[in-house]
């Protein structure tokens, strides 16, 4: 299995994931990538309206997958 990271851009903050998880392939990187902007939106949502978030993923070799997914 693969190690993604899964960093947070939250307006100009950057989170970066330096633990990652891993996931047998790129579908299920992009799975637990919707699932993780879904739940920080839930819980960021009422307190920051209006705000832009994102999820980006990475690879274990530092490769950006946001074109793969």
């Not at 392939?25 to 307190?47: C, F, G, H, M, P």
Request: aromatic share 8%.
């Amino acid at each position: 299995m693969k190690r993604y990271y899964f960093d947070i851009r939250d307006g100009s903050q950057f989170i970066r994931d330096d633990e990652g998880v891993e996931l047998p392939d790129i579908e299920s990187a992009r799975q637990e990538a919707t699932a993780a902007l879904s739940e920080i939106t839930r819980e960021w949502a009422s307190s920051r309206p209006q705000h832009r978030m994102a999820v980006e993923v990475r690879d274990d070799c530092g490769t950006n997958l946001g074109d793969k997914l």
